[in-house]
């Protein structure tokens, strides 16, 4: 997948900045959070990865929690991810029904992510989501999770429902946590996956072009009007819509695909394409307001 993974540059995202802060994180400063474990704060800020809470037990384990967790933190700081996971998922399991198990269920999300284990971090940021749905982290346990689908998204020939995933959670945390900081590179990403679905549909749709079979290629530029107007394909989408209801002869429909076209992209080598197609048929651009075309199509991009 070309576009989703050359724009997952780490300067773009909260992930990156994260990870930051975990590779300057000091051997002294891991060894001296238990010294911090005791802060009475009830949230835990996905940015402060490092500050510890130290709660009673009735049941005392073999590895006290905060030696737990501040072993995955070292893990964490010489990038041993793998190992990190495991000493986090340790502390979710011997501490269960407390913010120790909290913590070390969202800390193994983020160490799984950074080892690529993608599958595994969806997993447990699913588990969390379903665990502790009022966290005060919950936009960062979506926010992992839907990195996780964009990170496998892959190129346009193949399945997209990793894409369709990534973008459904990234709308998700626009729509449900719009102050987040996650909220604008969710905003980002979800227009890169929604364009990702509209080249699937666009590639099937010139399939069905070429082998002269109308409706379906028609069916299929529809879709990216309806759901992917903003994105890149649309221009396209128009064009083939001409071309494809010229070859059906449906000549008021090929006209307003083409006049939309003008309208919104009047300097597009697509209205160019579009317009010299009707010309050679002795027609020109016209828009039908009655047609599906004109109604689907929102003239102000960007509210789509």
């Known amino acids: 997948m070309n576009e989703a993974s050359n724009e997952m540059h780490q300067s773009r995202t909260p992930l990156a900045r994260v990870a930051a802060r975990l590779l300057r994180f000091s051997a002294v400063g891991a060894l001296a959070l238990s010294a911090s474990a005791c802060s009475s704060a009830d949230s835990f800020n996905p940015l402060n990865l490092f500050s510890g809470e130290k709660y009673k037990t009735e049941i005392v384990p073999d590895v006290p929690a905060d030696d737990l967790y501040n072993q995955g933190l070292a893990r964490l700081q010489h990038?041993?991810?793998?190992?990190a996971a495991k000493k986090f998922a340790d502390l979710d399991k011997q501490y269960p029904y407390s913010q120790w198990q909290r913590k070390g269920l969202l800390m193994t999300v983020f160490s799984q992510y950074q080892n690529a284990s993608y599958d595994d971090a969806i997993a447990s940021a699913k588990r969390y989501i379903g665990l502790y749905p009022t966290s005060p982290d919950i936009a960062y346990a979506n926010y992992l999770e839907a990195m996780s689908y964009y990170n496998q998204i892959p190129d346009v020939s193949r399945d997209q429902e990793r894409a369709a995933k990534a973008a459904d959670l990234f709308a998700q945390i626009v729509e449900k946590y719009p102050k987040s900081e996650y909220a604008e590179d969710s905003r980002y990403k979800l227009?890169?996956?929604?364009?990702q679905l509209a080249g699937k549909e666009m590639l099937v749709g010139r399939y069905y072009l070429n082998q002269h079979n109308y409706a379906a290629a028609i069916n299929r530029f529809r879709e990216v009007l309806a759901k992917y107007q903003t994105t890149r394909h649309a221009e396209e989408a128009l064009m083939r819509l001409t071309e494809a209801y010229l070859a059906l002869g449906i000549t008021n429909e090929a006209q307003?695909?083409?006049?939309?076209?003008?309208?919104?992209?009047?300097?597009s080598i697509w209205y160019k394409d579009a317009y010299a197609r009707l010309q050679s048929d002795g027609l020109e651009p016209h828009e039908?307001?009655?047609?599906?075309?004109?109604?689907?199509?929102l003239h102000k991009m960007g509210l789509g």
């Open 79 to 83: 990038k041993d991810y793998s190992g």
């Open 288 to 297: 039908d307001q009655g047609s599906w075309i004109s109604k689907a199509f």
């Open 256 to 267: 307003t695909a083409a006049a939309v076209l003008g309208h919104n992209f009047p300097d």
């Open 191 to 195: 227009q890169v996956a929604r364009d």
